[in-house]
Nanobody, 128 residues
Framework: QVRLVESGGDSVQTGGSLRLSCVASEDAVSNYCMTWFRQRPGKGREGVATFRVNGVILYMDAVKGRFTISRDDAKNTLFLQMNSLKPEDTAMYYC??????????????????????WGQGTQVSVSS
């Protein structure tokens, strides 16, 4: 059983930055396909960024150039550096792990549809 714990969410103003962390039990971040998801108020869940086991990284269009996903295998931690934040980035952010290959499309759709493990989420609020 893999446990994922997110942290780093906060309230910031437009243009601010935050770094989210997702600490995993075991060696999940290096052995599973990892994705940051978000769920904005009144919206469905969308995939923000994926870090595959082989190091391939994918982003949804809305965050390209502003967000950076990374991982520290020694610390079993996945990160999401978020810069130039906008009010529309306000959401609950989750990290999730799945065996095999995963990814996000430009639109925020993801594959596969089901992930094996989820964290509890961390709230990001961006005010204008």
């Amino acid at each position: 059983q893999v446990r994922l714990v997110e942290s780093g969410g906060d309230s910031v103003q437009t243009g601010g930055s935050l770094r989210l962390s997702c600490v995993a039990s075991e060696d999940a971040v290096s052995n599973y396909c990892m994705t940051w998801f978000r769920q904005r108020p009144g919206k469905g869940r969308e995939g923000v960024a994926t870090f595959r086991v082989n190091g391939v990284i994918l982003y949804m269009d809305a965050v390209k150039g502003r967000f950076t996903i990374s991982r520290d295998d020694a610390k079993n931690t996945l990160f999401l550096q978020m810069n130039s934040l906008k009010p529309e980035d306000t959401a609950m952010y989750y990290c999730a792990a799945v065996r095999g290959v995963c990814g996000v499309l430009n639109s925020g759709e993801t594959w596969p549809k089901e992930y094996n493990y989820w964290g509890q989420g961390t709230q990001v609020s961006v005010s204008s």
